[in-house]
């Protein structure tokens, strides 16, 4: 039998079902309570009334104000080399001030007013001195450096997007050499040297492009250009320079021009003294391509001189010598001239497995050498 429902018994239902809401409450309510942030941040860049991002310096902060310029800051920040600045501070309304190293003590160079922070923020307060507002406190005599010193910044922005337009093409046109694309780069080249004719690396490129295309005159005469402006520049740069030397020496031999080659590739060594061995090794190349047996020999010699161990020279040297060899007309037998042996023996010592060993060996036999004693394979490539 179902009780009779009464108000006492709904009394009592209403205050369990006040308890269990209570409960539910407690249960839901989180057990700890996380500490309120109580600090904010700031960043900001400064840039002087050109727009350049000044690179040394102090921004502080004052709290509600700045007072007087002899007031103390509550906040110093260090800006870095971007002109960056950053910090962690107390909420609150600030004005902020930058000061220069070279700043009197009481003075600043400029304020920005009412920067407000909260907690757990990140608020942004750059220091503009481009904006109007700093631009009318300035004297006539200021305006006028000012706008000078705009047009120079922005002259040299000119610049600096030139040059990097002029470095892409100097990629490209390098790819396109190294692919065998020699008209291309040419014609990249011609056109950059055009635009800025006082760049003498832009005109050693075009000379190596012309020299790829065998266009020896015009390569010579880029090649010259760019020699001589480099020579000229404040502090030459002697691997341009001897960069340039090593092709115009090589443009220079494929024209039969052989003294003009020789000085190129002496002008290259002395320029870049740590590369002699690579001029001199290429110009024995180019000599010997050219038919030029004692100028072969002559190179080769400067090659070896300047690095002994590299093989290569020994094996061009051996080949002009053997061209001047002869024939005993007693014993019909090959008479090669003074030191013809001796460098094919050598380039085997280096290089016994070289791509000339094959050829040196079947003239070491031709000259009835006994490899068996005059030959030993000591280092292995």
Known sequence: MTAPFTS????????????????????????????????????GHVSDPAGTSETAGTISLYAGGMASADATPKYTFELDSNGDYKGEVAPGTYTITFRLPTTPKGQVVDQVDNIK????QDT?????????????????????????????????QKENAQIKNLNADLNKARSDRAAKNFADA??????????????????VELGESQLGLKQYGDAETSLQKGIQLEGASKKPNPEIEAAA?????????????IPESQAAYDAAAKANP???????????????????????????????AADPTKPIPYYLKGKALINKATIDPKTQKIVAPDGCAEAYQKYLELAPTGPFAGDAKQVLAEL??????????TKKH
């Open 274 to 304: 740590t590369g002699a061995n690579m001029y001199y090794s290429n110009e024995a190349i180019v000599m010997d391509r050219a038919n030029q047996l004692d100028a072969t020999v002559a190179a080769a010699d400067k090659a070896i």
């Open 186 to 203: 040419a014609a990249l080249m011609q056109k950059d040297v055009t635009a800025k004719p006082d760049e003498p690396l832009l005109w």
């Open 124 to 156: 942004a307060a750059d220091d503009d001195m481009s904006r109007q507002e700093y631009l009318n406190k300035l004297s006539p005599e200021q305006r006028k450096a000012l706008e000078e010193a705009r047009a120079k910044n922005a002259g040299i």
């Open 8 to 43: 006492e018994g709904m009394n009592m239902e209403m205050k369990n079902f006040g308890r269990h809401v209570a409960l539910a409450v407690l249960l839901s309510a989180p057990l700890f309570l996380g500490a309120q942030q109580t600090t904010g941040k700031i960043h």
């Open 245 to 257: 030397g090593n092709a115009l020496g090589e443009a220079y031999g494929s024209d039969n021009k």
């Open 117 to 120: 922070v909260e907690a757990g």
């Open 368 to 377: 009835s050498s006994t490899q068996s004693t005059s030959y030993k394979a």
